[in-house]
């Protein structure tokens, strides 16, 4: 391997580099210069690196530039995962070109989707001829198949419209669905063109999913030399690394409920007034074992029946809760509805076993018949669903899950009857990753770099790198750093807490907040994203401020009222305007200038005490004698908690306040962990009277 030349790699982005002749805003930056340097010292060194990097420092061209200097100089192909759509979207349409301007020479990089993304040729062409099985998505797959004729890529996010979930799940690509080189269409097939062009490219931009799609494939035996779902690999960078644990969490998560189900039985086979549809029909009639299809109807009644009597042992477990863990605690109420998981398991499984009969009955010369490639794809789905049932019991033998079930509501439809509006899905979801990431990622690759505005939790990796598996790792072979942002947050940042404040758990905290938030919204006119752990304590808030505001200029917005993206594209817009927030806001906005000048937090963001996931894992570090709080709680929280700050400064001259209304920060002891987090600026712990006025004078002076 030839190593990277670290300092000539520097020298494009240092004063007198290429980029410094190239750009007429060029200003040095550093800690980009640094940050460079030590990724590239972890690609010659084979190393894996976590490298926080503040807002401003500019990761992207740091990782980049040695990336592509890497993947260019050893002929080898570097993979660039994100969190989001949006990242990828800047690295393909702006930073890789703007670097290889830089680099002054053009490199082959190609941006990967899942392959769900994607028109598959021959499952479009078979649904739109057998258009009425489907009368409901009728219009929309012609719509889909006329788009089709003049694209050029198949993909979902090129169409000119949203197709619904329905119709396009009918028509995409699916992996067991694929006939491979079998397929008619396999020449012009838009999953393989962009195989091909992956298979050639210098870099590929793919997301964490897809990634840990692929990873999952090497680990069960596809191995790493050959290629999966992506060409081998042996150098990952991760940008948006904060978000590892929960997309591997996610992606290692197995879910069934009555929906899901249907979508998997209904294509298979259905019978109304009298007629029977569906693949099992079409692949009766290739069959020797045709006669078999007459259980079918029966069978499929078995399972409806199965699955609302599952739902009806869930609502007795439950007794009002939204979700429930199956653990020690919980084991002996649980056990009716594990006597229906099992019913419906054996009821799904009779059902798998007639169709795989009626498949063998096919001849050879008839197995290419597109619907046995359908059915297969279905079995496959249906198969993981009994698996998971199945292991509802034995929850105390498979101790690195966590099992558990949530009630939920569908919103009122003249279509459905009161009691069809529940639902309940069973959830298995692992306990811990680190293990997964340790020996499917780290210890498989040459390096791994992972970069993120938030890795640490304050100054300490020890809480990122013991939940994605690198404290497993040889510590000579991990780099965890950090690059401060280069903002001038000690100027341009006030931290200000409410010191007359009731404690978060009072109950005289709500109306406190209600009283609060208008005043401090006056104060700062506007230009303030509120942001909550609770969307009940957001509803209720935002309900009182938009009558006390009454007369305000600006918008007083909620998340729910619209599209996030519109939400904020209308806060973008609207200078003096308010969004009350909760969840993927804490990470998701990213608003330079004016319109944003003040973030309040209104309790520091701890995980709540019941979701299932956290106690589990809390649990565990409690069986081995560890501290949950300060071990995954404070931790946890004070990322979080850096997300949220980190909203406020995007650009080097944005200037504002964060207020958090939540004194627990300067009252409690842990509250130091939170505060030392952030970076130096002024800091006032004073009354709410006195407080607003001082933000007034911060924002307007
Ligand atoms: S090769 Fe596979 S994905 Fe492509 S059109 Fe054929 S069946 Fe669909």
Redesign the pocket.
Known sequence: MEKIDIEEAAFFIENGGALSIQSDTYEERPVQVELLKNIADGFNRGLIGAFEAGTGVGKSYAYLIPSILWAVKNKERVIISTGTINLQQQLCEKDIPAVEKILGQKIKFVLVKG?QN?I????LMETSSVLDLFEDETAEIKRIADWEETCSTGSKSDMTFMPTDNAWTKVN?ESD????KR????NE????KVRKEAASANLIVVNHHLLFADIETRMNGAGYEDASVLPPYKRIVFDEAHGIEAAATSFFSESLNRFKINKLIFPMYRKRKGTEYGHLCSIAVFSKNDDKLEEAYDLTNKIKTAMLNLEIAAKDLMRGEYTLRLCQATARDFGPFLVCTQALAEALGNFVNLVRLIMDGVSDEDKDVPCM?EAKAILRRLDMSVILLKNFSLWDEKKENVYWIQQKRLPPDYNRSETDLDYVTLTQTPLDISGLMQSGVFEEMSSVICTSATLAAGKDFSYWCKRTGLSFLDPDRVSCKSFASPFPYDKNMLFAVASDAPLSNQSEFQPWIEMAIPRLIKAAEGRTLVLFTSYESLKSAHKTCVSVLRGFKGLIMKQGDDDNSKLLERFKNDNESVLFATDSFWQGVDIPGESLSQVIIVKLPFSVPNDPVFMARSEAIEKRGGSSFMELSVPEAVIKFRQGTGRLIRRSDDKGVVTVLDKRIYEKRYGASFVNSLYECKKVYEPLQELTEKIKRFIFD
């Open positions: 392959r994607y598959c040729k021959r499952r690509s669905a694929c006939m491979g397929c008619p269409f396999f097939c838009y999953v393989m490639w």
